[in-house]
């Protein structure tokens, strides 16, 4: 029976591939980590220790038959946030509001 014995070549041809491999896989994470640090930013926050409230505004501008999905999405975009602020700030009421003007000047209420 014959067995194949693996050559130098071979086995660096090998080891290449699998650090390219390994490669995307870490530029593919890098990216999935920047997407999900950029979904924890709201356009403005703001915090008042006083009465223990805390406050994110999130502003969008989409076409006109288009306000009240934009809305919903930024609500759901945005409670993984919320629920991480509660537990920073336990005792606070955090809320969100969306402001959302579209395209030729309506607004939300």
Known sequence: MLTAVPT????????????????????IIII????IMR???VDARIINHKSKQDTTLEMSCP???NTEKKGKEKTLKYGPLRWELKQQFPGYEVQQHNIIIDALGGWSR
């Open 32 to 35: 999935i980590i920047i997407i």
């Open 8 to 27: 130098t070549q071979g086995i660096i041809i090998i080891i290449t591939i699998i650090i390219i491999i390994i490669i995307i896989i870490i530029i």
């Open 63 to 65: 076409w006109v038959n």
């Open 39 to 41: 979904s924890n930013r």
